[in-house]
């Protein structure tokens, strides 16, 4: 069994810069949850992705984008990068159900400068 | 709205000694409650839950929680300490009532063990 992987492990970007994080689920998950920690905080939940289709999302404005894909793979998209932005991003894995643990990924730590 | 809060940024406890860190949570309805450790440049590493059922709840590494309706808490302990637990802790929660299933973290407690 296969854990949650993240790419790349660091980027650097500059402000007005569009990013992709890509994510693989861990073997036999089908939902795939995004998180942004910010330094010394704790992770901030983006958005969910189950069957392809975003399930939820937390307090983040539109240019931060999603897809799912069918072998439940993911990717966080960003347009117009801001200063702001610069953090940890960490992918989560889980089966559907509301009780089950998320497993992470080590994530990806971007830089914007 | 969820929220969690963990009111000590740090704990530090001798190797050998028991330790607890806190967390409060406040949720519409019954919770899911999670502990998770993270290591240095590390993702989250799933500790224990708490859905339903008996209000101790054991985990991995010899860690457990105790859930407390009443006071909504969910303190984290371990009877024994190791220098290997040094790490930083968040607690998590979500409602239980459907939809997504995204996790409102605290900002986490460092917790050292000094030998």
């Known amino acids: 069994e296969t854990g949650v992987t993240q790419s790349p492990t660091h980027l650097i970007k500059t402000r007005g810069q569009q990013v992709t994080l890509r994510c693989s689920s861990q073997s036999g998950h089908n939902t795939v949850s995004w998180y942004q920690q910010a330094l010394g905080q704790g992770p901030q939940f983006i958005f969910q992705?189950?069957?392809?289709?975003?399930?939820g999302r937390g307090n983040f404005p539109p240019r931060f984008s999603g897809l799912q894909f069918p072998n439940y793979s993911s990717e966080l998209n960003v347009n117009a990068l801001e200063l702001d932005d610069s953090a940890l991003y960490l992918c989560a894995s889980s089966l559907v159900q509301g009780g089950n643990e998320q497993y992470f990924g080590p994530g990806t730590r971007l830089t914007v400068t | 709205a969820q929220s969690v809060a963990q009111p000590e940024d740090q704990v530090n406890v001798a190797e050998g000694n028991p330790l607890t860190v806190k967390c409060t949570y406040s949720?519409?309805?019954?919770?899911?409650l999670f502990w998770y450790v993270q290591y240095p440049n590390r993702g989250l590493q799933f500790l224990l839950k708490?859905?339903?059922?008996?209000?101790l709840v054991k985990g991995s590494y010899g860690f457990e929680a105790e859930f407390n309706k009443s006071q909504t808490s969910f303190h984290l302990k371990k009877p024994s300490a190791l220098v290997s637990d040094s790490a930083l802790y968040f607690c998590?929660?979500?409602?239980?009532?459907?939809?997504?299933?995204?996790?409102?973290f605290g900002k986490g407690t460092h917790l050292i063990i000094q030998p």
């Open positions: 949720v519409s309805g019954n919770p899911y």
């Open positions: 998590a929660v979500r409602w239980s009532g459907g939809g997504a299933d995204g996790l409102t």
């Open positions: 708490y859905i339903t059922g008996d209000n």
């Open positions: 992705y189950y069957r392809e289709e975003e399930n």
